[in-house]
């Protein structure tokens, strides 16, 4: 792989690392919230921040390849569904390292990346709505120098019209159901 097209997929990882970072943040104000110790919340954020940074990033790199499509959550919840436990796991090797000097593994391994499964829809949740909303400005920022971008966001117009359309058929449809001499009770924005 050639540095130019490697370059390509780090501008694309950007948005995903950065909701990485945003969680990992958000996790050492959490710990302090919740009266840990400022070296233990600071290494929360880093064990958990570090691979959830990791993680969105590839969730960007994946989008760029056409492995994962914009707009379609279904995978994007199978992905974090991997990802989400094995960030969690690191995060509980990492503040073991560093808050005790030595790596911790939870108990029961197995019962803890269950559990973490099941929580991990609610963060792909969170993870695809957010990226959702940025990828799509950030990829008209880099797409003229960036052909990889430039084909992820015609992919984002294609899927955004796509929305529109149906939208506006539904709209057209319900209208239609009314009939002339029927006034609607509640109208939406669009009517």
Request: charged share 15%.
């Amino acid at each position: 792989m050639t540095t130019t097209r490697l370059r390509h997929l780090g501008e694309l990882a950007v948005p995903g690392a950065g909701i990485g970072a945003v969680a990992g943040l958000a996790a050492v104000g959490l710990a302090l919230v919740a009266g840990q110790p400022v070296d233990w919340a600071l290494a929360t954020g880093f064990g958990l921040g570090l691979p959830l940074v990791l993680a969105g990033g590839g969730y960007g790199v994946l989008l760029a390849s056409g492995v994962l499509t914009p707009g379609v959550f279904a995978p994007a919840a199978l992905y974090w569904l991997v990802a989400f436990p094995l960030a969690r796991l690191a995060h509980e090797v990492l503040v073991g390292l560093l808050v005790a000097g030595r790596p911790a593994l939870p108990a029961d391994v197995l019962g803890f990346l269950a559990y973490q499964g099941i929580v991990s829809l609610g963060f792909a949740i969170g993870f695809s709505w957010l990226h959702e909303r940025v990828v799509p400005t950030w990829l008209r920022r880099v797409r003229h120098r960036n052909p990889v971008a430039a084909w992820l966001y015609d992919g984002y117009l294609r899927h955004a019209e796509a929305q529109w359309r149906a939208r506006e058929s539904r709209r057209r449809a319900r209208a239609a159901a009314r009939g002339p001499g029927r006034p609607a009770l509640f109208r939406s924005k669009g009517e």
